[in-house]
């Protein structure tokens, strides 16, 4: 933990030889403190605030409180599939997450953070046929190729060449189809540079009872 910051106890106060006084800490006692009032008070649904501190193909450990970590798990980021969670997150970021089960015998919980980025007609909605936009190349299928317009969000795009996944694209949105949740796309232009959609909270409260993507 050298030059990062934690949380600590303070357990007592002592003088060393010269009579200076030194505070006595304990990171173990903050932990346990926030265990016994915090953690382990948590329900599912309810939604808290996380510091993103290591990122593994598998999902992302978080920090949801005096360096007690979670893991958030990769599918668990959004709806929008991606490939590693370094595409959605980064080390010290912090976040919004929800309590997807309370803390286990050993005080463990998981947490998810899709549910809080929106339906996909509550996304599809900050979009309209004719407009241009930006995006992440997905996924590329035989049949065309998946641009990522907001992290629950995501258009299918004609076949194009020279494609990578992982570049951003410019987009042409050539009809959105509501009841089907499809939304046809035409790529403009593609090419490499660091952007990421705008994560969007649709919601602001901290319980989430259920959650559906769409009707």
């Not at 106890?9 to 003088?15: A, F, L, N, P």
């Not at 926030?34 to 649904?45: A, F, H, P, V, Y």
């Not at 590329?140 to 629950?152: K, M, Q, R, S, W």
């Not at 919601?203 to 769409?214: A, K, L, P, V």
Request: net charge neutral; charged share 25%; with cysteine.
């Amino acid at each position: 933990r050298v030059g990062k910051p934690v949380c600590v106890k303070v357990t007592g106060i002592e003088k060393d030889a010269d009579g200076v006084p030194r505070a006595i800490c304990s990171r173990r006692e903050a932990q346990m403190d926030c265990m016994r009032n915090k953690i382990s008070n948590l329900e599912t649904g309810d939604v808290i605030e996380a510091r993103i501190t290591r990122l593994d193909p598998f999902g992302a450990f978080c920090d949801v409180g005096c360096g007690i970590i979670s893991l958030l798990p990769i599918d668990c980021m959004s709806v929008s599939r991606i490939s590693h969670p370094r595409d959605r997150f980064r080390n010290g970021q912090v976040i919004k997450a929800v309590v997807k089960n309370r803390a286990d015998e050993f005080g463990r919980i998981t947490l998810t953070h899709r549910e809080l980025l929106g339906t996909w007609e509550e996304n599809a909605a900050r979009f309209t046929s004719g407009q241009t936009a930006a995006g992440i190349v997905r996924s590329i299928e035989d049949y065309g190729v998946f641009v990522e317009l907001a992290p629950n969000l995501a258009g299918l795009a004609e076949p194009r060449e020279n494609v990578r996944v992982g570049q951003q694209a410019s987009v042409y949105i050539k009809s959105i189809i509501k009841e089907k949740m499809k939304i046809k796309l035409i790529i403009i232009d593609n090419f490499e540079n660091g952007y990421s959609p705008e994560v969007k909270y649709f919601y602001d409260g901290n319980h989430i009872d259920n959650w559906e993507y769409s009707p």
